[in-house]
């Protein structure tokens, strides 16, 4: 599928349309006809559909915010299972603006120009297509085989992910279902390790806004931690060895936040299972580990 755009255009292959069940509409609709196309009269649900079936999608122009949001997703709020589809990809003749693959986790996006910052759940791999960069996926990466070598200096070493590059990403390891571990050498965006289920994320820096947001399972290290922190997290271990802004555990169902600081939901006293996991995880001796506090339903 070809679609020629005479100037950029937000949410394109946004399998969520930019989040449809939360405005129903008012920002775009499935069904709505892409606007700056030329000669064609694609919707947005036409270029998902494509994608879904394993076709590709080249864009010629410039793409706007949030391209291939959620890309691979089978979302259950559109009837789907919630797991993870394997999907065409996303070719762009232009340039990409922010949030590129935000909550991404299958597919390819190929570039040919530039991606602004701050992006998704992507890293850059070697590409097999001549003139473009090529992005995967960073929870595709650790639930399906390396093909491609990462590009450094990023490292992929057996199963744990080291990135390296300072890029801000939102939404790092996105319903991550893997015991595989990410260590982030820096700063992370927004909605760090969001719907994870399984495995190892930990951010040296700060984590952003929203991190461990809907944290089903695994475990969160964060350097530091913007609002949000754990909201409506209902298992899984968020852990936050520095600061961390207001709002901390708001409506969370489940899981444990550990913590030195203020937090809204109910605490509970460490018990040894817990000391001897913040001494492995976080290096540190017991009496620092007892200085934590945790935080459950």
Known sequence: MYLELSQPVDCLCDFTYDFYWQHRGKRLSPSSIIPHQKLTSYTYEDLVSCLKRG???HIIGNAGKRLGSSLGVDLKFFGGTGRHLR???IIVDGDVDTRMGISMVSGEIYVKGNVKQPVGNVLEVESDRQGYRKYRSITGILHEELKEPLLPPNVLKEDELLIRDGLIRDTIAARLDSEKRVIVEGDAGMSTGILM???FLHVDGDAGMNTGVLLKGGVIIAGNAGEFAGAY?????LIIRGKAKGYVGANMKGGAIFYKGE????TAPLDGSDIRMLVRLLDITQVEAMMFRKYCI
Request: hydrophobic share 30%; aromatic share 0%; no cysteine.
């Open 197 to 199: 289920k399984r495995g």
């Open 263 to 266: 937090a809204l939901a109910k």
């Open 87 to 89: 999907t065409g990809s």
């Open 233 to 237: 997290m209902n298992g899984g271990s």
């Open 55 to 57: 076709g590709d999608v």
